[in-house]
């Protein structure tokens, strides 16, 4: 079955946590609604960012388009597993991604910031 949104009306978690909601109207005006364990939301969250920058490479013709958020905020703080860290980046709307860092990628990420000029290609680990 293929779903047309018209609009995204709602995201939610069911009481008990363990469902995620999303709740929309289809091109046909009518509401629908979605539920998807933790498991699938996480693999749905890990494969979004993917395909939203192909979607807009492929959209505009260039492969070097990013879709990029704004950065408000930053935090890193220690994991429970001493060899990582966390890494916490927000936009001001509150869109944050956490990431495990091992300890060696952390002075690889603290120089890369550090040099001058930006490089005009990405520099990737």
């Known amino acids: 079955m293929e779903i047309e949104t018209q609009s995204l009306t709602a995201c939610d978690v069911t009481a008990d946590g363990g469902l995620i909601s999303l709740s929309f109207v289809d091109s046909d005006g009518h509401p629908a609604?979605?539920?998807?364990?933790?498991?699938?939301?996480?693999?749905?969250i890990?494969?979004?960012p993917g395909i939203l920058e192909r979607a807009l490479q492929t959209r505009?013709?260039?492969s070097t388009l990013r879709y990029a958020y704004p950065l408000a905020t930053w935090a890193v703080?220690?994991?429970t597993d001493p060899?990582?860290?966390?890494?916490?980046?927000r936009?001001?709307?509150g869109f944050g991604v956490c990431f495990s860092v091992p300890r060696e990628q952390r002075s690889?990420?603290?120089e890369a910031l550090a040099e001058a000029p930006i490089p005009t290609a990405p520099r990737a680990n």
């Open 83 to 89: 060899t990582q860290c966390m890494m916490t980046l």
């Open 33 to 44: 609604n979605i539920l998807m364990s933790l498991n699938q939301a996480g693999a749905l």
């Open 46 to 48: 890990m494969t979004l």
């Open 91 to 93: 936009t001001a709307e």
């Open 108 to 110: 690889l990420i603290s």
């Open 60 to 62: 505009f013709a260039d």
């Open 77 to 79: 703080e220690q994991s």
